[in-house]
């Protein structure tokens, strides 16, 4: 799975939004300074992340931006899906078809499951982080993966 700067940057600033005190903003330059970003950057994965609906911007001296929910209603893989970064495993056939116009393993492949697997569980984990969490400190992220792991595993024994 690559991570693109867009994808990487782009949580970052989401999550330098989500840190705020309820209700208050953080501005462009804010974030942009915190990240080692350029100011117009910054801006262009803002308006990703406004357009997308997971922030809002407000006008004024007290302006920036705030994000549109609790920290705990927005999961890393809904940030993934605005940023563009969800596996893909739908039209792989479509992408690999060598010279053939169809892949030649469309009616009959044994790793496309491989690929269906792989992505779910991605997807999966990444649905099961919320911004609240990633907030936290790098221990508490890595004992809620742990925990999410662990769940998954009791689903799959059941």
Same mark, same amino acid.
């Given at each position: 799975m690559k991570i693109t700067a867009l994808e990487e940057y782009g949580l970052r600033c989401l999550l330098r939004v989500a840190e705020q005190p309820d209700g208050e903003s953080i501005s462009a330059?804010?974030?942009? $300074?915190?990240?080692?970003l350029s100011l117009p950057y910054a801006q262009k994965i803002l308006r990703i992340l406004s357009t997308?609906?997971?922030? $809002?911007?407000?006008?004024g001296s007290q302006g920036g931006f705030v994000l549109n929910a609790n920290p705990a209603d927005i999961s890393l893989g809904d940030a993934m899906r605005v940023l563009g970064g969800m596996p893909e495993t739908e039209n792989i056939c479509e992408r690999?078809?060598?010279e053939l116009s169809v892949c030649s393993n469309t009616g009959n492949c044994s790793i496309r499951p491989v690929w269906q697997h792989i992505s779910d569980f991605v997807v999966h984990t990444l649905d099961n982080i919320p911004l609240a969490v990633l907030i936290q400190d790098e221990r508490s992220v890595a004992r809620h993966l742990a925990n999410v792991r662990q769940i998954s595993q009791a689903a799959e024994l059941r």
């Open positions: 330059q804010a974030i942009a $300074d915190r990240e080692g997308g609906g997971l922030i $809002d911007s407000r006008r690999h078809t060598g």
